[in-house]
């Protein structure tokens, strides 16, 4: 039943997308790029639970070996990526901060612009009443800077 679920929303994110915006607000945005994903870890869980329940209610031994190294496979790919995670958390991190600078200083026009890049930044200003990636300063020789002549932005 969750995997159909996530099919269904996987869907709904990618081929309804206007529907999708009105429900979710001003942070869909953040989430039209998942719905391959969601698709994708619904059908897995779809298959697996087909293949869990078929073979433990008709007692096929082939099918619950199938079903039980699948599930290994999965924990030993979450172990893998959990230890992955902590051993590269500071690059990980140098690499969201680098990007997250380049995108206000290059891609931020200010809120009379549109685009992804705008709405997003200004939905994160406005939340969290603060300016830039690490502070105001981010602007300084930015492309709004530029163009706007202004210290930081007024959201």
């Not at 009379?112 to 705008?118: A, D, S």
């Amino acid at each position: 039943i969750c995997g159909s679920i996530l099919i269904g929303m996987g869907l709904w994110i990618k081929y309804g997308t206007e529907s999708f915006v009105r429900t979710i607000g001003s942070h869909s945005a953040c989430f039209l790029h998942v719905s391959l994903f969601c698709v994708a870890a619904g059908i897995v869980m779809v298959v697996l639970g087909f293949l869990g329940s078929y073979g433990a209610y008709w007692e096929k031994r082939v099918l619950l070996l199938i079903f039980l190294l699948i599930m290994l496979t999965l924990f030993i790919c979450e172990v893998a990526a959990a230890v992955l995670v902590l051993a590269f958390a500071d690059l990980a991190e140098s690499i969201v901060k680098d990007k997250g600078l380049q995108s206000i200083r290059k891609n931020y026009y200010g809120s009379n612009g549109h685009g992804l890049v705008v709405e997003s930044w200004d939905s994160i200003m406005k939340k969290f009443a603060c300016c830039g990636f690490f502070g105001y300063e981010d602007f300084i020789n930015s492309t709004f800077s530029v163009k706007t002549g202004l210290k930081y932005p007024k959201a």
